[in-house]
């Protein structure tokens, strides 16, 4: 599908956006990245021809389905263009306005991510496999309650919102003939707690310690899950009720604070889930060691 713009204000604004997401991405990069995410072959030939036609319609007036197909597609193709990971792109994506000024919430940021991972790195099959979301028969465990199956040499291995890698037996494993829906783990990008620095930063964390964001400045930044996060001055927890961390008061006032900082998009750790689908013996911190190795060959 081909955009067209009634002029070059936001193909400009956003290929200046993703050279300051991208440091080491030249603008000209950003520039022929845009204009093929966009339809065209070129940036000279997006100049020339972006107005040949009635102007696209905006984000904001898309319907829900349309407007994540929209992301979804302009994810992967500039992360291919880019030769960068398809989750650092989504997450620039509301700040680049290409499209429109639609706010993204966490559903939306949920259902692009996990279509990317289901569009690469773990493919959709029917049947019971790594990569199926499924559910837990037995006495003790939730009847709606949703896991990813993990790839195992015994028994099925799983990760849910609290776990990262349980197990149980393979008949109690049910994966439903209705396809249940792919979900982030609250695992993976809800804060556990926060760091007040010495620098007066604060750095939120999550249940494996690893850092998800760094607000400082009232700016809001996307955080290494490997980066060494040293000289805090107090750390904090959220208070946790009669169940999981990742369940009533903890959680609510982690998304409290989520949304206090304009946090929807998912940090870096989210993007371990993959990894952890495919490999039985790593755990979240060994994952995030992967992702880095990862991104930077990317």
């Not at 940021?109 to 289901?118: L, P, Q």
């Not at 804060?191 to 620095?197: H, K, L």
């Not at 009232?218 to 996060?229: A, I, Q, Y």
């Amino acid at each position: 599908m081909r955009f067209h713009f009634p002029n070059l204000t936001r193909p400009k604004k956003a290929a200046k956006h993703l050279s300051a997401v991208f440091p080491d991405t030249p603008l000209s990069s950003s520039q022929q990245a845009v204009a093929v995410a966009c339809g065209y072959r070129d940036w000279h030939e997006l100049e020339v021809s972006h107005g040949a036609t009635e102007q696209t319609i905006l984000d904001e007036h898309l319907a829900e389905d349309a407007f994540r197909e929209r992301a979804i597609a302009m994810s992967r193709s500039l992360a291919v263009s880019l030769n960068a990971h398809d989750g650092d792109v989504q997450a620039a994506l509301p700040e680049m306005r290409l499209t429109g000024n639609r706010t993204f919430t966490r559903d939306d940021h949920e259902a692009i991510r996990t279509a990317c991972w289901r569009a690469g790195p773990i493919p959709w099959k029917v049947g019971r496999h790594p990569g199926v979301i499924f559910r837990i028969k037995s006495a003790g465990f939730s009847k709606t309650e949703p896991h990813w199956w993990r790839k195992s040499s015994g028994g099925v291995r799983y990760l849910d919102h609290s776990t990262d890698n349980s197990l149980v037996a393979t008949f109690e494993a049910v994966v439903p003939r209705t396809r249940i829906a792919d979900f982030v783990p609250r695992r993976l990008w809800l804060p556990y707690g926060w760091m007040d620095m010495e620098d007066g930063s604060r750095v939120l964390f999550s249940r494996d310690y690893l850092p998800l964001w760094r607000i400082a400045y009232g700016k809001v930044e996307r955080v290494k899950p490997t980066t060494k996060v040293y000289s805090y001055r107090e750390r904090h927890w959220f208070r946790e009720g009669d169940g999981p961390w990742s369940y009533g008061p903890a959680r609510e006032a982690a998304e409290r604070m989520l949304a206090d900082y304009g946090i929807a998009a998912f940090p870096r750790l989210a993007d371990v889930l993959p990894i952890l689908a495919q490999d039985e013996h790593t755990d979240v911190k060994g994952a995030a060691n992967i992702l880095d190795g990862m991104r930077k060959l990317v």
